[in-house]
């Protein structure tokens, strides 16, 4: 029993490992919804470039600051279950603390 009990924490932390790396990588796909919720919501808003000006990633969000017509706006992506689920992101003003 005690190998079966250790052979699955192996298995859970493997799984935990592989997915806060996967977490940690910039992605174009997250890129891009953060760049839809950096406007979302805001009337005139406008991007003043077409890629984020500044990147931070950790093992259970992405982070990305947007230059915009009204300020800068860091949009924030995480999972819905923090190691699995579906990307969401919002936005607020201000800028990533480095």
Same mark, same amino acid.
């Given at each position: 029993?005690?190998?079966?009990?250790?052979? @699955? @924490?192996?298995?859970?932390?493997?799984?935990?490992?592989?997915?806060?790396?996967?977490? !940690?990588?910039?992605? !174009?796909?997250?890129?891009?919804? !953060?760049?839809? !919720?950096?406007?979302?919501?805001?009337?005139?808003?406008?991007?003043?470039?077409? @890629?984020?000006? =500044?990147?931070?990633?950790? =093992?259970?969000?992405?982070?990305?600051?947007?230059?915009?017509?009204?300020?800068?706006? =860091?949009?924030?992506?995480?999972?819905?279950?923090?190691?699995?689920?579906?990307?969401?992101?919002?936005?607020?003003?201000?800028?990533?603390?480095?």
């Amino acid at each position: 029993m005690r190998r079966i009990v250790g052979y @699955l @924490l192996l298995i859970i932390s493997g799984f935990i490992a592989f997915q806060s790396y996967q977490n !940690a990588q910039p992605d !174009a796909v997250t890129e891009g919804m !953060a760049r839809d !919720a950096a406007c979302s919501g805001k009337e005139g808003c406008k991007l003043s470039g077409d @890629l984020a000006n =500044v990147i931070k990633t950790d =093992v259970t969000s992405r982070s990305y600051q947007w230059a915009t017509n009204q300020g800068p706006v =860091v949009v924030t992506c995480e999972r819905r279950y923090l190691w699995f689920g579906n990307w969401s992101c919002s936005g607020t003003p201000g800028e990533i603390r480095r």
